[in-house]
């Protein structure tokens, strides 16, 4: 039982645009929530985390919203650079325990 | 500051060996966790450890193991490799609180043939 979606394996944006990265939960316990960045040939780092008890967290080009009521995160990034072009994973952990990633989301920004 | 290293980066070993791979957190940070990437399953938690302590763990069966030294460096083992361990096994070490922001290191790629 998949605890985090990411539905979309792959976005594609321009140069410049807002890039919208989703991402679901059915964990009603879940009280935080990751974003972490994926090149190739190395390990995800950190981007952006938010609490339970907050809806919004910014940080640079970098906000990421929580719905508690639809179980659901996004990820938005304004405006979009080439070098953005990765794998984002979503991840949410209950009191402490195991992290729980979605499978990840592919993003290509294109000049 | 130094990152989180791990070593070996490449490994291959025969199904039904043993491996051990080895994780050097960032200096200061306690808390060590252990995760295995896979093309269809994504990265799954395997254990954490906390003060030389197995704090969380995963569902994974007994054959992953680990254990963590009182400098914080980690070591997990995996005994009887099957051809489905093949993965990428990365490490991430946090000052205290696993979930929060954790510095990962660019993984072990483990193949078993």
């Known amino acids: 039982d998949q605890q985090v979606k990411q539905n979309s394996p792959s976005l594609s944006v321009q140069e410049g645009r807002i890039s919208i990265l989703n991402c679901d939960y059915t964990?009603?316990?879940?009280?935080?929530f990751l974003w972490y960045k994926k090149y190739p040939a190395e390990g995800p780092t950190f981007l952006i985390s938010i609490s339970s008890i907050k809806d919004k967290n910014e940080d640079g080009r970098f906000t990421v919203f929580l719905n508690k009521s639809a179980k659901h995160l996004s990820l938005h990034i304004v405006p979009s650079q080439p070098g953005d072009s990765a794998v984002y994973f979503c991840a949410a952990s209950v009191l402490v325990r195991a992290l729980i990633f979605g499978k990840g989301t592919t993003l290509s920004v294109s000049s | 500051k130094a990152g989180v290293t791990q070593t070996p980066r490449y490994l291959i070993k025969t199904r039904g060996q043993q491996v051990t791979l080895s994780c050097s957190p960032i200096s200061g940070h306690r808390s060590v966790s252990w995760y295995q990437q896979t093309p269809g399953q994504g990265l799954q938690f395997l254990f954490e450890?906390?003060?030389?302590?197995?704090?969380n763990k995963g569902n994974f069966p007994g054959r992953f193991s680990g254990r963590q030294f009182s400098n914080s460096r980690s070591e997990m083992n995996v005994s009887t490799l099957e051809l489905g361990d093949s993965a990428l096994y990365l490490c991430?070490?946090?000052?205290?609180?696993?979930?929060?922001?954790?510095?990962f290191g660019q993984g072990t790629r483990l193949t078993v043939v």
């Open positions: 964990n009603s316990m879940f009280d935080y």
């Open positions: 991430a070490s946090s000052w205290y609180r696993h979930d929060t922001e954790a510095f």
């Open positions: 450890y906390f003060s030389e302590t197995q704090r």
